[in-house]
């Protein structure tokens, strides 16, 4: 599902731009405004961090129920129409194939009319594959928007009585964060909240 890691950096991006604004601005750019800042600027450091935190995406798509359940659905789906599509071609080849062993002794008329079904039988069976291939990529997004509602409304209750302004996603080789200290990482707390809330939806 790579709509959910693109959506994820793009909300990434975004706010680290917001972070890096607020960070580096100075409203004072006198000598004297730039010695408070000085001053401060542990404290500000400190502040800033306890107001961020990060969530692990890969740790949080292999563990995280819904998301497993989800793909093995896809998976499973994907498979029928493969198997489905598989066996109609196989059956309009071995039609293609008695037609050639039959065609020196059909006449004309019948030549013509049976390539002409056979050209239709495979325009069809080549729209019914796209439609089955467009229809499983629309649920692919509809189950990537979902994830990452569900992601979302859980952060908003987790987040609740905490600090935490800024929630970042982090993915190993395609995000903005190089590095971030252990105790920012939030990936566990919000796995085992996610897989609460799945379960008892489950049951």
Not at 93 to 108: F, H, I, L, T, W
Request: glycine residues 4%; aromatic residues 8%.
């Amino acid at each position: 599902m790579k709509n959910l890691s693109l959506a994820l950096n793009i909300v990434l991006l975004v706010a680290v731009a917001v972070l890096y604004f607020l960070h580096f601005k100075k409203s004072d750019t006198s000598g004297q405004g730039a010695k408070l800042v000085d001053l401060k600027k542990d404290t500000l450091s400190s502040a800033a961090a306890a107001e961020i935190a990060y969530v692990n995406t890969d740790t949080l798509m292999a563990k995280y129920e819904y998301y497993k359940t989800t793909l093995d659905n896809l998976k499973s789906r994907r498979e029928k129409m493969e198997q489905e599509v598989n066996g109609r071609a196989r059956s309009l080849q071995n039609e293609v194939a008695a037609y050639q062993r039959k065609g020196n002794s059909m006449s004309v008329e019948q030549l013509q009319a049976a390539e002409q079904n056979l050209r239709m039988k495979d325009a069809e069976l080549r729209q019914y594959s796209e439609k089955l291939a467009n229809d499983l990529a629309k649920e692919e997004q509809q189950k990537t928007d979902e994830l990452l509602e569900r992601i979302s409304e859980y952060l908003k209750k987790y987040t609740k009585g905490k600090p935490y302004k800024y929630v970042f996603a982090y993915t190993k080789g395609a995000s903005a964060i190089l590095y971030a200290q252990n105790n920012l990482d939030i990936t566990q707390e919000v796995l085992d909240g996610l897989n609460t809330e799945y379960k008892a939806t489950q049951k």
